[in-house]
């Protein structure tokens, strides 16, 4: 049973906005770095925005300035904000979480070993219609 549960995909015409939500256990949220990457099918998963044990966070460059992430301690849920949607943004949407490893040099570049990150959601797919 997996510990992380996206919601908030869907389908949004490019320049609108969505809201992904990943609710978590009070234990990860509390001591787990998290983050969201974003995987299109035959191509490596790669993370697109992090924010670590203290509130750092870190994004890809492809989406600074249009994405945000936050963390609600209250509902233990990582959300990640995304407005200003083009169509290179569609792809399948992961959270994640894990103990080793910094933000500053996981988020922005592929996942090539997925299994590396201790804690995975099922994914939430995002379609940008241009």
Known sequence: QRRLVESGGGSVQAGGS??????????????????????????????????????????????VGRFSISKDNAKNTLYLQMNSLKSEDSAMYYCAAWVAGP????????IRRPEALDEWGQGTLVNVSS
């Open 103 to 110: 933000i500053s040099t996981i988020i922005g570049s592929p």
């Open 18 to 63: 969505l809201r992904l939500s990943c609710t978590a256990s009070e234990y990860i949220f509390s001591y787990y770095n998290m983050g969201w990457f974003r995987q299109d099918p035959g191509k490596e998963r790669v993370g697109v925005a992090g924010i670590d044990t203290d509130g750092g966070t870190k994004y890809a460059e492809s989406v």
